[in-house]
């Protein structure tokens, strides 16, 4: 079954140039990148994105992780397209806490835990085909991916554009 998942190689990740490793280990999926930018994550974007996330402790220090606030300001945002994307992407990726994810996993390799318990763990990958959705269409418009894989509608304001339905 054809899926998507959003992919978010983080702040700490483009600081320490793993942008191609991390790459490289996704090229293991065989799945095709549907869509790609580098994006400035704002404060709005950041808590929209870990919104399930508001009420724990740590939840400011993980904002500003994702907005750079210790690294680069940048994110590299992707969408990877095909069967069985999300476990793959995710398997790839190892668990969320580095300290617990394979050494030879992508956070296992790569990642850390702050002396303020932050997981600076170089990647995000969506958990679920919901939680996908919701990521993709907070990060990317539909003129963004080169496959429809949500329904949109034309709006006419001061120029034509597609939004998401």
Known sequence: MNQQTLILIKPDGLKKSLTGNVLTRLSETKLDIVASKIVKVSREL?????????DKPFFDELLK???GEYHK???MALVY???????KVRQI???????EADPVSI???YGRITTKGV????????????EAEREIKLWFQPDDVII??????????KCERRIWA
């Open 46 to 54: 950041a808590e929209q994105h870990y919104i399930m996330l508001k």
């Open 65 to 67: 992780y994702l907005m």
């Open 73 to 75: 300001k940048k994110v």
């Open 81 to 87: 397209w095909g069967d069985d994307a999300i476990k």
């Open 93 to 99: 990726c190892g668990s969320t806490n580095p300290e």
């Open 107 to 109: 956070r296992g390799a």
């Open 119 to 130: 997981y600076e763990n170089i990647i995000h990958a969506s958990a679920n085909e919901a």
């Open 148 to 157: 429809d894989m949500y329904p949109s509608k034309i709006v006419k304001d």
